[in-house]
DNA sequence: TTAATATTACCGCTGTAGCAGTAAAAAAGC
DNA sequence: GCTTTTTTACTGCTACAGCGGTAATATTAA
């Protein structure tokens, strides 16, 4: 039930793709403040946001639910 | 490259858990108006707010980067 | 060690996501 | 058919996410 540690994994993609937070955030055309609460589990980011960070770090998400077909 | 219709995937799941979205909403705690956006996939959504969406479904959430370990 | 870079953390300001309410259009039930 | 429920769509209003700027701390490199 516990939430999975989103913001570990984007700080790993991140500097293994030897970016810094702030070029990070202009490739995915986000502000900084914004990489690092992703970084920091903030939930309370836009989903458009993270899902451009994600993008440039070429990390897919998949959602799994009771009637997926 | 194109993004994986979430919205309908939400809507069938509700559908299927035989909520509307009024009470779909009530139950995430979130309002009808985000309900709706998600299953018309906007982008504009908070995360969180989609997070709690998923978890009432039972829609699990799974990041797979080329780092994943 | 020192210097340069990166990260963390705050600050106002602004834009907009989210909200409830309403109403009309669609869908479901009778 | 008609009625009820649900969905879609729009409306102000409010709260706060996101922004750049700045500064302090931490990390890296030289």
């Known amino acids: 039930m516990k939430d999975f540690d989103l913001g570990s994994m984007v700080k ?37 946001n993270l899902l451009a960070v994600l993008q440039v770090l070429n990390i897919k998400i998949e959602f799994k639910g009771p009637f997926t077909k």
Do not use: P, S, Y
């Not at 793709?17 to 955030?25: F, K, M, N, P, S």
């Not at 055309?29 to 970084?39: L, R």
């Open 12 to 48: 790993d993609h991140r500097k293994k793709a030897g970016l810094t937070q702030l070029e990070l955030a202009n490739l995915a055309g986000v502000g900084k403040t914004t990489v690092f609460d992703i970084e920091k589990n903030k939930e309370t980011v836009h989903w458009n």
